[in-house]
């Protein structure tokens, strides 16, 4: 399997331009997460789906963020308009459900620099 | 809420030498933990977990760790380690989703 897929690895956008982030599951599993990663805050989950329909978003940060997923194997999150505080490194994980001992995977990563 | 606290911001041993990245947690219930590792510019990649059963977990890469119910923790060891493993170490615990401590830099000197 080739892994939680993520594009792109790097972008650098100005203020106040829209980005958008793809991730694509691991085939078969069916659970989701978006996470931030950023020295200040450490790994923050932004937004979990279950059977492509968001669970928990409580950790979006305001409205400028969206997240789709549109089928079981992609994803995206959007940030409109962008800000130079939402530079950071995005990740994608999942997992095949909801039992407690399943691995959740992560993908590489998707940098983010707005200027 | 369920949290872990990894008290340790850096780790600095010698190649060679004997390798702990210490990690607390707080439950309700049964603890699911987990140890992951992230090497520069990388994504996280699982070391290994805690479910149930034997207190010392194996995992990837030679890395074990022990699952200690009365002082609440689940340190990381190696019991040789590389300069390869010089990484950003993470504890994390389930409940529906991992919650992450802050992490732990890990420099293995030659």
């Known amino acids: 399997d080739a892994g939680v897929i993520q594009s792109p690895r790097h972008e650098v956008t100005e203020m106040g331009q829209e980005v958008t982030l793809r991730c694509k599951p691991i085939?078969?599993?069916?659970?989701l997460f978006w996470y931030r990663q950023t020295m200040m805050r450490g790994l923050e989950l932004l937004i979990y789906f279950n059977n492509n329909v968001p669970i928990d978003d409580s950790g979006m940060p305001e409205d400028r963020f969206s997240a789709k997923m549109p089928n079981a194997s992609f994803s995206t999150l959007k940030i409109q308009p962008s800000e130079p505080r939402d530079s950071a490194v995005y990740f994608c994980?999942?997992?095949?459900?909801?039992?407690?001992?399943?691995?959740?995977?992560f993908g590489p990563g998707t940098r983010l620099l707005v200027l | 809420a369920q949290s872990v606290a990894q008290p340790e911001d850096q780790v600095n041993v010698a190649e060679g030498n004997p390798l702990t990245v210490k990690c607390t947690y707080s439950?309700?219930?049964?603890?699911?933990l987990f140890w992951y590792v992230q090497y520069p510019n990388r994504g996280l990649q699982f070391l290994l977990k805690y479910i149930t059963g034997d207190n010392l977990v194996k995992g990837s890469y030679g890395f074990e760790a022990e699952f200690n119910k009365s002082q609440t923790s689940f340190h990381l060891k190696k019991p040789s380690a590389l300069v390869s493993d010089s990484a950003l170490y993470f504890c994390a615990v389930r409940d529906y989703k991992l919650s992450f401590g802050a992490g732990t830099t890990v420099t293995v000197r030659a």
């Open positions: 085939s078969g599993h069916n659970s």
């Open positions: 439950v309700s219930g049964n603890p699911y």
């Open positions: 994980a999942s997992r095949t459900g909801v039992l407690l001992q399943e691995t959740q995977y």
